[in-house]
């Protein structure tokens, strides 16, 4: 008998469903005897305890829902030493968990912080696989993260709805997409859907550099312009600031619920433009995935599933060039794959336009 | 040679172009030296007489289109007898613009304030036929106005998002949708995507009955509820203010950019519970019109044609019932049809359990 | 203790699991003591008393989701009074059924074939409720059906597709919609979809006429036409057939899958154009419900349900005008509602210049 | 002056219009005095010197618009060497055309046969610089076709519907995908929508095998089998006839419209399940190319700008790992691109129990 845990950590996305799906049919198609246990949201449910034995059944019609059918919580890396308000230590109630359940291996499916939990794991002496999973794809190691398409997708339509009623009248949107600190949807998005500016965390803007672009647009017969906003984005002054600095700025100056109401408000400002914000929010982790999530979900949940089978473990399994491949996880956790302002996909973009805000 | 004259008025909306269409296509194949002068940007197009002579192929293939191939602009009712910076008369100059140019019969697609000023216009000695454009779906006289179900379909499908990740997460979720005066469209979305509480204009809510019923879902084991909040939704306080009391408020408390973020406030302060706001925004009124909304303008704009043909003046253009009927310009004008709090759909919604914080 | 049996009968379509949904939260918001057993498989669940007892929670997160949680079948009404292999009397055994699980009321989902049915075991005693279920839009008594507003988005956007691609090209392109007896679903998606030519059921067409409408379009300069085709779409020559000759035609030409491959034949026959034929089949009936169709069946589940509380049994609830209204079971069955070809949507249809191949 | 000419070849898809705009946004922000030469109708436009002068304008509003506004034919590369029917010589006349416009170079947007017809241009000296279009993904030295994830969505869309309906009843389904000689479409959009079984040009399947599959999950329980059939599915007798002996059955045996009804025939036939059948047809091709698409059109276009402005011509610009790259045409030319039945995907398929008729 195969025992195999499952968990979904961190912020939910598309395709988190469709993964489970492409590892547990494999495990049933190989083994008689295997069994799943599904962790109840994330790294919460190995540290008490709570599990449910799941059957084939539970797999099954799954391939297009959202969510998990595990629940998730955002379980901090960093507090993951820190013992609980009971003063229990998480990381030995995991491996106690762990062993009690006589597990082979757990497959954890999350983003950046997962990762890192999931490496301490795999360095404690568990069996861990681990699985990509992002809306910000922003994971190290990989081409692509499982539910990155599908946020692509509907920040996308966001931006082409207001495409069609910013050309019928002469204002300034801006359509503000998920990303604290990696730009990569936000690009995606933009670019899909034609925004003329794009502000992204990794490139400080200066307000005035924006400004000019939407009024040469409005010289140039186009009056309306459209801004893709990452959440994080950050102005020239601000990046510029120590910690303490930006504290001081959001104390004293007027507070906006996010980004984009403050840059609205300074566009209006600099160029009297009325502007309109559009905040599509948690939309953006949800709905059915894509073809695009669930074909790489069914993939990259299959070859979790060999890598079990073969006893390969300690490694995320990864996406490379249409390619399935394992990436040990002491090499994932820890870093970050942000956008780099000099690289290929930037340029293109300037090439056809877009501004940036940095020049 | 009939000369017809065209003009979208107001907020832009789905349909527009379909409308136009239905009218243009109809009157062409009616008259073989039928003219239609489209003017641009609403009636400043018709005061200004800023106008092209539209040619058969300007209709073609606009059927799908979202926005308005005339350009749209608000002209409130209220200043069109208020002359402009240079002392113009507006009134006078729609009047010498429609007769400078012949015309036999001017098409108005607009909305409320619209259909004031269409009817004003026709009471002047123009003859005026209207459409009923809202995604408000607020006109007096008309079982449906175009926009209102493609509207509809886009603040769904942002409920139907959230729904997914609401339920992987514990959290308050609120999707904030268009309508300040009248909460048909909230009504119909909150309905369609299953949202657990609806606030509209109509019906002042109480913040604790709406946070009883946050907490009475959580108790049930819900552990996440989703409120479709009117742009205009007001508090039982708010409603018994005096506009100067209500400007006060405003002035003395802490500013939010809309009313979600200010109910979000409230229920995290009341229940303690994390809250995250989705404001779709202007998206509601772009993309491509939903099937019904082309099929109800096709049919409207082909009624609006025979109406032109038969001479039959004065008259806006509605929707009742599956029929297409015509109704006095100075009928419709100056009313509006906000949600009945007592209406028979209000009481369904309150059947499935739907909370609307009045009780 | 109330004791409510549902059933869902016929073909499936989307909204199916909405209106159930309806009917069971306002019944278990109205009573505390009600209990709903569903039978499986349509009036076959009925007959052979297979059946679950549901739970509140089986009609939780459905109001998006396609098909039907209780299966379904279809039991013509012809063979109900035809005793099965075993000799068993179907309707006898649906009242034993009835009887012995003590039911107040019979919930039927059906479209024409089971509203007959269910005004029969009306008629035998059976306490029963009805909702208009069918994609066809074809229940005489209600305006609209739950299923049809789902249907025609899926059949439009299969034409909207075709669109792009058959401008780039020089071909005749025909989307086969479904309707076997009654055009509605093919014209309306045909109008949404802005098709050129669309040949119903109620509407016998004349190829040459239709030839020429592609001839005309491409001396017009317009190098495409689109036709949208019911599935029961006729000649002038079969609708002047008897059955008879009509079998010997099928026997003796060659034969075709379905109508709109052997109206293709004849076009390219005639005009010499390639010609593309789309079957979106059973998509039609598939997906998730449009907003339109969730409002309309959660309504209608609301309104069976207050039926139900106030002991009214024998109707059809039916949708008129924005309204929901009840209709007599046996002023409904046996009624089909087609398309009038006088009627006012096929001659706006004809004024915006499709052609219907009568003429 | 620089003057670029573009064209359009070979069945359309969806991103055709993205590809052009980044290349001419790209061209006309590199240079002040670039002039844009689009060929009408393919090569067919080069050889009769059908053309029009484009104006930036043209561009705009384009990214999110199916079809391609050039126009496009198929010029089959076998017959370019073959005189028309006036006796021109169809390669001298391109040859004459690019010159007597005095062109820098020539930007082609096309499948294999048009890049083959690019590359013997590229040999007879012109300048070319070729850009990979096709839903079918078959290009060699390219990861990724515009065109192809668009087509995926497409098909996938249409088994997801599927998939509801066919729940409810107990029935085979057959959704027949684009595909006459390569099955990525059909194996990405059977992966996609969870179908059962998936049939290939690649992979020659015994209809016994098919059979079993379907059979097999009827005993599980599960009464319905979903199909994605590419149009070239092939049966093991079939791979192993002459092309006399195919030619012998096809006018010996009954006619099918297309495989998929063969197909739903013999199945139908060995099972005696009812067999439905879905041909989405030509809808693949159309319709607004996905957030995917988009980009990778975008970053296509403006790498093909630079290659244009560094004067490196004879290249195809490919997708690989998320950049892009050149490759030489002569390398492309003549070579397709199909699914290896021992590839990693097929086995990751087969891991979740995709049956592909094979064993």
């Not at 829902?65 to 998730?72: K, N, R, V």
């Not at 109630?93 to 999931?118: D, E, F």
């Not at 009056?223 to 120590?242: D, N, P, Q, Y």
């Not at 109401?261 to 009297?272: D, F, K, L, Q």
Request: include cysteine; hydrophobic fraction near 40%; charged fraction near 25%.
């Amino acid at each position: 008998m195969r025992r195999i845990g499952m968990l979904t950590s961190g912020g939910d996305c598309q395709a988190l469903n469709a993964t489970m799906r492409g590892v547990a049919k494999s495990l049933y198609n190989m083994y008689d005897d295997v069994e799943i246990i599904g962790f109840e949201d994330g790294y919460k449910g190995l540290i008490y305890a709570n599990y449910k034995i799941m059957q084939p059944s539970d797999f099954s019609g799954i391939l297009t829902e959202g969510g998990t059918i595990l629940g998730t919580s955002r379980q901090p890396f960093k507090q993951m030493r820190v013992p609980d308000e009971n003063g229990l230590d998480k990381v030995e109630s995991m491996k106690h968990t762990y062993r009690k359940l006589k597990l082979n291996c757990l497959v954890v499916l999350g983003g950046n912080g997962s990762q890192k939990t999931a490496n301490m794991l795999s360095e404690e002496g568990l069996n861990v696989v681990s699985l990509p999973k992002t809306i910000d794809n922003d994971l190290w190691g990989t081409e692509m993260t499982f539910g990155f398409q599908s946020a692509v997708n509907i920040a996308t339509n966001a931006i082409d709805c207001i495409h069609t009623t910013a050309a019928s009248h002469r204002r300034v949107f801006i359509v503000e997409v998920m990303g604290h600190k990696v730009g990569w949807l936000t690009l995606h998005a933009g670019m899909a859907g034609g925004a003329d500016i794009i502000l992204l965390p990794e490139i400080p803007y200066d307000i005035n550099v924006v400004c000019e672009a939407i009024t040469r647009r409005s010289k140039a017969g186009k009056h309306f312009s459209i801004l893709a906003v990452a959440e994080g984005a950050i102005s020239k002054e601000e990046a510029a600031m120590t910690k303490k600095q930006l504290k001081e700025k959001k104390k004293n100056g007027p507070v906006y619920p996010s980004v984009a109401y403050e840059i609205g408000a300074r566009i209006t400002e600099i160029t009297g433009s009325e502007v309109r914000v559009t905040v599509p929010g948690h939309t953006q982790r949800g709905g059915s995935p894509c073809a695009y999530d669930r074909v790489i979900s069914t993939r990259l949940g299959a070859e979790a599933a060999r890598l079990i089978a073969e006893e390969q473990y300690g490694y995320m399994v990864a996406f490379r060039g249409n390619d399935i491949v394992q990436v040990p996880l002491k090499e994932v956790a820890g870093k970050l794959k942000t956008v780099d302002p000099g690289c290929a996909m930037i340029q293109e973009a300037k090439m056809v336009g877009i501004c940036f805000g940095d020049e």
